[in-house]
């Protein structure tokens, strides 16, 4: 038998080396285990940090276009940040009660990654397996969808998970067995009793979830097709976005621009005015702002009467889409305010962040956030990581 060449040897070598990070698997992405330290580096205003402790939660923020999902908390060893890159993470669901969070990764084929608290390790002679004191959030599953959907928003609607399909006009049904499911879409892109979904019209990009699709209600940048889509710099926008009722699937709400992270919150449909900068809610049809911040708004969440808001940079490309901000003085972060009087709690800033696309959060019992820690003493410690990942053990069902 002939000695392989020293060509191959490198090339076999090589490909022993591939795919051993634990980040990279799980993320299913070839380099995902480097992440830029600056973009991890964060400047806190405020009472930030005692929010999160005072309320019990662990914070899951998206940063759709650095690829990095992001979690927050305060516990009695103090605050803690943790991180997972998934390429271009969107839309972001949790269920309190199960401890399992759903995350959007909107590039091509459109992903739905499934992640769950890892609450043991599995009996093994081979390794000693111990359970994660902080229980990090690890993938379970993951689902392919096509690029089409493009898929925004994430929601639980009446137990089933849903997401908003920004490409083709409607809300789907995702976790049904086999394709995503056409569960809801507006009246004005109805034809002959279906939706058209050839293409994006509207920009219809989040889910106030209710008890079912109709008792919801969803955000878009226009009410009906127009001449210009989506995308396009020249699309209009200012003062065009509207609240569709889940129920009429006509709007309830109109004046808005560019509106995202449409919430239900003690009655009312709250949401993001994105180019404006502004947090409020509906009334009597028109949108009330309660606050004001120097940025994008994207991202809204509740928890017991603090809102939190995150904001990000002005893409420069889409300066069109932003009439009520300054560029030059957005940023990327999240905001906790009071959301009864607009007064803000704390903040928290990544200097060198882009965009921030989701918020959700989970009882600190239930998780203290994902597997990579990053921060002020905190290193990546490779072989916690590899013993984790090797045994780690769920309470899914």
């Avoid at 006009?169 to 009793?193: C, I, M, Y």
């Avoid at 699709?213 to 976005?241: C, H, I, M, N, T």
């Avoid at 109109?254 to 449409?262: D, E, I, K, N, Q």
Wanted: charged share 20%; hydrophobic share 40%.
């Amino acid at each position: 038998m002939s000695r392989p060449r020293p060509a191959r040897r490198g090339l076999w070598t090589r490909h022993d080396r591939e795919f051993r990070d634990p980040a990279e698997v799980a993320a299913q992405w070839e380099g995902a285990g480097r992440v830029n330290p600056a973009l991890l580096k964060a400047r806190v205003t405020g009472r930030w940090w005692e929010t999160l402790s005072r309320l019990g939660v662990t914070l899951l923020v998206t940063r759709e276009y650095e690829h990095l999902v992001m979690a927050l908390g305060a516990g009695r060893e103090g605050p803690r940040a943790s991180f997972m890159r998934l390429p271009h993470p969107s839309g972001i669901a949790a269920d309190r009660k199960t401890g399992a969070v759903w995350i959007a990764s909107t590039r091509m084929p459109n992903l739905v990654y499934r992640f769950e608290p890892a609450a043991g390790a599995l009996v093994r002679l081979d390794a000693r397996g111990q359970a994660p004191r902080w229980r990090p959030l690890v993938p379970v599953s993951s689902k392919f969808h096509p690029g089409s959907l493009y898929l925004h928003d994430l929601a639980l609607v009446g137990g089933k998970l849903c997401g908003t399909a920004t490409g083709m006009n409607a809300v789907v049904w995702l976790d049904a067995p086999g394709p995503a499911k056409l569960l809801w879409w507006p009246r004005s892109v109805e034809r002959r009793g279906r939706p058209d979904t050839r293409r994006n019209y509207l920009q219809l990009n989040s889910i106030a979830a209710g008890a079912s699709p109709r008792k919801s209600f969803y955000s878009a940048s226009a009410g009906e097709p127009g001449s210009l889509f989506p995308g396009d710099p020249a699309f209009p926008v200012d003062q065009r976005g509207v609240i569709f009722s889940g129920a009429t699937r006509e709007p309830m709400a109109w004046g808005l621009t560019r509106p995202h992270s449409a919430r239900l919150f003690r009655g009312r449909v709250w949401v993001d005015n994105s180019g404006y900068g502004e947090l409020g809610f509906v009334e009597g049809g028109r949108f009330r702002a309660v606050t004001r911040f120097p940025g994008w708004l994207r991202g809204l969440s509740f928890c017991r009467g603090i809102a939190f808001v995150g904001t990000s940079r002005v893409i420069p490309r889409f300066r069109s889409y932003a009439p009520g901000l300054e560029a030059a003085r957005s940023s990327c972060g999240v905001h906790a305010v009071d959301a009864s009087t607009g007064r803000p709690m704390g903040s928290i800033v990544w200097p060198a962040g882009n965009q921030v696309f989701g918020l959700d959060w989970l009882p600190a019992r239930r998780t203290g956030g994902l597997p990579f820690t990053a921060g002020p003493g905190r290193t990546r410690d490779e072989k916690a990581l590899r013993a984790l990942f090797y045994s780690f053990a769920t309470e899914g069902k």
